[in-house]
């Protein structure tokens, strides 16, 4: 099992910045890759980024390109996602994922960012 403690959410002007973070623990040993997907009110939860455990592989959604970074303190087993220039179209919950060498999703309880215009 992954235990995951997201911090960071908040309200926040557009053009703005802030830094979400997520700490695992339990059988972290298991984790595979840690990233974030966030869901906006009457929409289906959607990829953000995502981070591979050794750092080689980073993914992000289109939307986030340019604005978002994706980051990992091992020692920690904390990820990190610094959103800068925000929008309001970023308002969501942001969850917290993590992927088991075995494929199997764990998921934080969720912080929410909102981005007012």
């Known amino acids: 099992q992954v235990r995951l403690v997201e911090s960071g959410g908040g309200l926040v002007q557009a053009g703005g910045s802030l830094k979400l973070a997520c700490a695992a623990s339990?059988?972290?040993?298991?984790?595979?890759?840690m990233g974030w997907y966030r869901q906006a009110p009457g929409k289906q939860r959607e990829f953000v980024a995502r981070m591979t455990t050794d750092g080689g592989s980073t993914n992000y959604a289109d939307s986030v390109k340019g604005r978002f970074t994706i980051s990992r303190d091992n020692a920690k087993n904390t990820v990190y996602l610094q959103m800068n220039s925000l929008k309001p179209e970023d308002t969501a919950v942001y969850y917290c994922?993590?992927?088991?060498?075995?494929?199997?999703?764990?998921w934080g309880q969720g912080t929410q960012v909102t981005v007012s215009s």
């Open positions: 339990g059988s972290t040993g298991s984790i595979n890759a």
């Open positions: 994922n993590v992927l088991s060498v075995r494929l199997r999703n764990y």
